[in-house]
């Protein structure tokens, strides 16, 4: 199945932007310092931003990046957002309160917990009325956004906006499921050639397990990789910075593979 | 110019505007572009929303507050049993009414023979999912698809907004006092409970498949947007067949959530009333297959013949004033069955009873379908499902279809004056062949299912 790359945006530690995160990607000894960006939204009015989550935020940001790189009208572009953990922080202050003997939740607070809290901004934020699926498939949530978005974008004939995120979860969750990161990485894809086009993906979902994931050389982006399902994306990136003909192997569950073909454009 | 991308309308689109349908207006009327793209001018349309081949609903079932399985569930609709009781969920102290299935608390999914890997599952969500699978020999119609196909080619998609949350609430209230920390036992269970994934990984393990799987968490849209991923999945020959469905259970972060909101009502849901109040939350589980037709096709066979997916782009909680949204799901879903508004013989409404939902909705459908178009909610049945909303709808339209009958709208006693749909209250025993089962979400996202007879 074919498909193209249009704009990417990615944010994680010591990868603040495409532009600055490709040179990483693309060299074979990096110099890479692991400091945490802050992610900036601005497409959300002020209040909105000041309401949102830290996970919304970071969802955005790298949504918004892909975008503006690609130059489509984002009410033009279906969606798709991944997530293994959805709003954690949200999660916790729910629990907290629902622990409490008043059990007093803020209405506001109740609305903002739902996986789909980044969707629903990025849908208000745009004005897009296209379709937003919102998933979650633990380490294997960027694998299945990838063939969400593939089959949306070949059914379709639509740009689909994939935005993979998470961010480590609060204490006490934390202790539950220690994720590495925070991580988000977008990729805006197109069955047909865009008019920025950064590769061409021709991707195959396979049984065969006989070939071994594709990893990252690096020891701090490996460590990155394994700990976080969005940065399940690295091998993809890594392979589109590089800018030459590459087979990524990406796990997906335990049972099957996504073979993704690389070639520059 | 490339592939996909259209400056005229094609034929089919000619038609549909010819019919008097607001496709896009939304869009074209959006008043800025707030990603700064003013040099960008939409001068292409994207086609979207193509017709696809109908799949077929080769076994599908569903448990709720009406009883476990299709018979049950159709006798309740029948002799207007609703199965909304008095909150008796925990220590729930809210004045409200719940739709709540029985027995849940006192089985388990690690029970008899069950692996030490299916033990793990064990929560409220998992145990409502495993009643489901249980009923109308849906695992037996999955085996024989895993056989026919292999477990490779057979994914499982499902919905559900909370997922095993009710596992973490539990595990807050047992906190260590001094540092706070989770009871060891949640730290383990985190994953195959509260993780969002964890019904379809429960669901997939236990069926014994190992192909696709994901769990799509659009709020109340979850389960029928399942049914629009899995269709894809098969168009995109990422699979043979899907077990598609959802399931959402009760918990304390739904109860006082929409408490919090003041949108439940006090007593039973009234859809559509003059005098509605809010909703009623319920639990359910619902699953179908999903086959290519020309493998699993036979007379009067019920399939998924459209769906329509869009979004609101307005409000997190609030729909959007003018249902642009759910009009552009119903229409989306009406195009890709190739049908048009008079093909369309039933709509099973949202439905939810809140006063802004339904008047909204009514809005949505008499723009796209008129005055005369029967629908009717089911709430007052089984109370608002939430993430299993969708596929409990599509699972009440398969029943219309096979069973020649429309449900009325119950606990209803004066349909809303301001409403122009035709809203049903009595039932109707007729034939049905064509039905359309609306899903609205918070995040503004809607999906619209068109189920029929082949």
Redesign the interface.
Known sequence: MELYVNGIGILGPGLAGWDESRLVLASESPSWEPAMPEPSASLLPANEQRRSSETVRWALHVAQEAMRQAEVDAREVASVFASSEGETGVLDRLCTALAAPQRTISPTLFHHSVHNAASGYWGIATGSQQSSTVLACYDSSFCAAFLEAAAYAHTDERPVLLVAYDLPLPPPLYAARPLGGGFAAALLLTRAPGPHNLAQLDLTLSNDLSEEATIMDDAGLETLRTGNQAAQSLPLLAAIARQCDTLVLLEYLEDQHLLIRVAPC | M????VDEPTEEDKLHLAAGRRQNQ??DD????????RH?V?RHR?????G?APLILTSYTIVSALGRGLDETYRALQNRRSGLRLCDFEDVGITTYIGRVDGVEDMSVGGGSASTELKQFDCRNNRLALLGLQQDGFIQAVIEARERYGA?RVAVILGS?TSG?LE??H???R?DPAT???PSS??TS??YT????SS??FVRAYLGL??????????CSSSA?AF??A???I????CDAAVVGGVDSLC??IL???A???LMSSGPCRPCDENRNGLTLGESAGFALLEKSKQASRPGAVALLGYG?????????HPHPEG??AI?AMEAALRRSALTAGDIDYIHLHGTATRANDRIEDTAVHSVFGPSTLCSSTKGWTGHTLGAAGVTGAIIAAMCLTRSFVPGTLNTTRIDPDLSSHVLLENLEQPVRRVLSNSF?????NCSLILGTV
């Open positions: 490339p592939q996909g991308l939304a869009v959006a008043p800025y572009d707030p990603m700064g793209h960008v939409p994207y086609v979207g929303a193509r696809m490779h907004s949350i973490t609430e595990a807050y209230c906190r706070g920390a989770l949640y730290l985190h994953r509260q993780n969002m994934f379809a990984h190992r192909g696709p799987a994901m769990v799509i968490s659009t709020a947007k629009a991923t269709a894809r999945f168009e995109a020959g990422f304390l972060t006082y959530g929409f919090s909101l003041e997916e869009s979004c609101d782009g307005y409000h997190m909680s642009t949204g552009r979400g918070f995040g503004g996202n």
